[in-house]
């Protein structure tokens, strides 16, 4: 869902067409939900992750072909809303972009060798998350390509980069004797914190500056600071996902809380 939320922060509030925003980023949700199925299978299958308590693969009675039901229900939910979108806004030339990164996704998990078991799988959710998830919803907002879209892009890669190194360093002896050669894998335990901790600070200076360069003024000013204190607050403290997650979304939330605040103020004056 940040991503949605971060469209209208970054765009500063212009927006030609907020319901079909909406519709869109319940549609990410819905496939989302169905990359998160498919991943717990392929990982159940293959001996990763199997001390994961929360799977969904256990949820359905430790039997991964219910899990996978499940996704292609929730991927074919979500991709008949985003074509409803695309459809109701004339904007099929979105589906250019989106249907590779869809594909993508797809072997990410796909197969006897998914790419998350490779060395490309931490940049494949870069790229699905920043320029995919968020790149097409910023069309679907109606913005053209432009600085907040880079900003835009480059934070959430980032910030989907860092929540998928945060959970990797408890992972690393199972993952190893699968054969999944994640991040922690190659670099160790440290060096993945470390890096995780290094992505989020991206992720906030991204969007304070995305927001800066929509209003330059106090807005942008002030979220600069509070990206700062973000990063001395996490800073030294052991990134895990569900740290990054809260810590993600209190930033959003208080720059769109900026974001409406100006726009008071500019009615009052």
């Given at each position: 869902?940040?991503?949605?939320?971060?469209?209208?922060?970054?765009?500063?509030?212009?927006?030609?067409?907020?319901?079909?925003?909406?519709?869109?980023?319940?549609?990410?949700?819905?496939?989302?939900?169905?990359?998160?199925?498919?991943?717990?299978?392929?990982?159940?299958?293959?001996?990763?992750?199997?001390?994961?308590?929360?799977?969904?693969?256990?949820?359905?009675?430790?039997?991964?072909?219910?899990?996978?039901?499940?996704?292609?229900?929730?991927?074919?939910?979500?991709?008949?809303?985003?074509?409803?979108?695309?459809?109701?806004?004339?904007?099929?030339?979105?589906?250019?972009?989106?249907?590779?990164?869809?594909?993508?996704?797809?072997?990410?998990?796909?197969?006897?060798?998914?790419?998350?078991?490779?060395?490309?799988?931490?940049?494949?959710?870069?790229?699905?998350?920043?320029?995919?998830?968020?790149?097409?919803?910023?069309?679907?907002?109606?913005?053209?390509?432009?600085?907040?879209?880079?900003?835009?892009?480059?934070?959430?890669?980032?910030?989907?980069?860092?929540?998928?190194?945060?959970?990797?360093?408890?992972?690393?002896?199972?993952?190893?004797?699968?054969?999944?050669?994640?991040?922690?894998?190659?670099?160790?335990?440290?060096?993945?914190?470390?890096?995780?901790?290094?992505?989020?600070?991206?992720?906030?200076?991204?969007?304070?500056?995305?927001?800066?360069?929509?209003?330059?003024?106090?807005?942008?000013?002030?979220?600069?600071?509070?990206?700062?204190?973000?990063?001395?607050?996490?800073?030294?403290?052991?990134?895990?996902?569900?740290?990054i997650l809260v810590a993600a979304s209190a930033f959003i939330l208080l720059g769109s809380l900026l974001l409406v605040t100006a726009g008071l103020l500019l009615l009052i004056a």
């Amino acid at each position: 869902m940040l991503p949605g939320l971060g469209v209208p922060l970054l765009a500063h509030g212009q927006l030609s067409f907020g319901l079909g925003l909406a519709l869109a980023t319940l549609a990410v949700v819905l496939l989302q939900h169905a990359i998160n199925l498919y991943n717990d299978a392929a990982d159940w299958r293959l001996g990763a992750d199997v001390e994961k308590f929360d799977s969904w693969v256990r949820v359905h009675a430790e039997q991964p072909h219910l899990a996978v039901r499940h996704g292609t229900v929730s991927l074919l939910l979500g991709g008949l809303l985003g074509l409803l979108v695309l459809w109701q806004q004339s904007q099929w030339w979105i589906l250019w972009l989106a249907v590779p990164l869809l594909v993508l996704g797809y072997l990410y998990n796909a197969g006897p060798r998914p790419l998350s078991y490779t060395h490309l799988g931490e940049w494949v959710t870069g790229v699905c998350y920043g320029p995919g998830v968020f790149g097409c919803l910023w069309f679907v907002a109606g913005r053209e390509m432009d600085a907040q879209w880079l900003a835009g892009s480059v934070a959430f890669a980032a910030l989907a980069m860092s929540l998928l190194l945060s959970h990797q360093p408890p992972q690393i002896a199972t993952d190893r004797e699968a054969g999944k050669l994640s991040f922690a894998v190659r670099y160790g335990a440290d060096r993945t914190r470390s890096v995780s901790y290094g992505l989020f600070v991206l992720f906030v200076f991204a969007i304070g500056t995305g927001v800066w360069l929509a209003a330059p003024g106090w807005q942008g000013g002030l979220l600069m600071l509070i990206a700062a204190g973000f990063a001395y607050r996490l800073y030294g403290v052991p990134p895990n996902p569900k740290r990054i997650l809260v810590a993600a979304s209190a930033f959003i939330l208080l720059g769109s809380l900026l974001l409406v605040t100006a726009g008071l103020l500019l009615l009052i004056a």
